[in-house]
């Protein structure tokens, strides 16, 4: 059974900075492409980041290009998300997820964590 943890969220004000993790049990993160995605309340959930399978490809949504960056360590078996320069509009549940099942950036994978939820105050 495959199950996928996030972690490192919390609550920062604008400008600041976040890191999040996540891992797998059951589940060999560097088998697949993985990617971070966000659901804000009232919103659909939206790609964020994503990188394939060695980390040689890194892709992110517009509205957090040159701010967040996507890492992975696949001797630990995790994946990072560091978010700098931090926006109230930042705020979301943030999933980790892996296995797409067709466009990198889009919310269609087989596994989800929890979540791990950022609040970035004004």
């Known amino acids: 059974q495959v199950q996928v943890v996030e972690s490192g969220g919390g609550l920062v004000k604008e400008g600041g900075s976040l890191r999040l993790y996540c891992t797998a049990s059951?589940?060999?993160?560097?088998?697949?492409?993985v990617g971070w995605f966000r659901q804000a309340p009232g919103k659909e959930r939206e790609g964020v980041s994503c990188?394939?399978?060695?980390?040689?490809?890194?892709y992110y949504a517009d509205s957090v290009k040159d701010r967040f960056v996507i890492a992975r360590d696949n001797a630990k078996n995790m994946l990072y998300l560091q978010m700098n320069s931090l926006k109230p509009e930042d705020t979301a549940m943030y999933y980790c997820?892996?296995?797409?099942?067709?466009?990198?950036?889009?919310?269609?994978?087989?596994?989800w964590g929890l979540g791990t939820q950022v609040t970035v105050s004004s």
């Open positions: 059951g589940l060999r993160l560097s088998s697949t492409y």
């Open positions: 990188t394939s399978r060695s980390g040689g490809e890194k």
């Open positions: 997820a892996a296995g797409p099942k067709g466009v990198c950036l889009s919310p269609d994978y087989k596994y």
